[in-house]
Every structure is written in C-alpha cells, then in structure tokens.
C-alpha cells in the first residue's frame, strides 16, 4: 500500500493517514471475516491539501457482489476521520489483488499459510 502524502507538513499529515487507516480498519469485507485494509484491498491512500482523501482501491475479484456498495462504505468511514471533509474512492483492477498483499493478521485471521 502506497500512502501519498500531498503537503508539507510531514507529521501531522502521517497522522492523519493513520486515523484515516484505522478507519479504514473498521470497513469489513462481508465475504471475508476480516476488513479491507489488512485484505490489502487499499491500494494508495493521498491526502490532500489535509482535508481530501482519495483512495485507489480493489476488489477481491471483478465480479464481487459488492462493487456497487463498499466503495460508498469506504467513503463514509473516512469521512468520520476528524479534519477530513471530502473523500474520494476509485475502484482499480491493476495491479490485480492476490493473497499476496493481505497483512499477515489476515494470514493467520483466515489460516492461509
């Protein structure tokens, strides 16, 4: 996961990519018992200006049931993030998601070593 940070001030920009990532952590994906950051389905995270967010995200698979809701999920938890107040998600298929780019809580969480 790329995190793009788009102004000077380094620390409390990093900052608010973290509270932006625990928010994201709270994001479930409803197939998969685990939330979509730590699935790695977060692709790049860029603040700008400190107060817009826009995400590149993926999905498990093209045909997920969910593509047309949890991009509006993702938006709204961000949105929740104190200071942020506009949001955008973009779904993106490349690099396709693998296994590969889950956390390895989500590793252990499903078992798959």
């Known amino acids: 996961m790329q995190s793009d940070v788009a102004d ?10 973290d509270r ?3 928010a994201l952590q709270t994001v479930q994906d409803p197939e998969i018992p685990v939330n979509i950051y730590d699935l790695g389905l977060i ?3 860029r603040l ?3 107060k817009e967010v826009a995400v590149k995200m ?4 093209p045909g997920c049931p969910v593509a047309q809701t949890l991009p509006g999920q993702v ?3 961000i949105l929740q ?3 942020i107040e ?3 998600v973009e779904i993106v298929w490349d690099p396709p998601w693998t296994k590969d780019r889950m956390t390895e809580e989500a590793r252990l969480a499903l078992n798959l070593w």
């Open 43 to 45: 692709y790049e995270i």
């Open 58 to 61: 993926t999905l498990t698979t």
């Open 75 to 77: 938006e709204a938890a």
């Open 20 to 22: 932006i990532i625990a």
């Open 8 to 17: 000077n001030t380094a620390i409390d920009s990093q900052e608010m990519v």
């Open 48 to 50: 700008i200006k400190g």
């Open 81 to 83: 993030v104190e200071g």
């Open 86 to 88: 506009k949001a955008k």
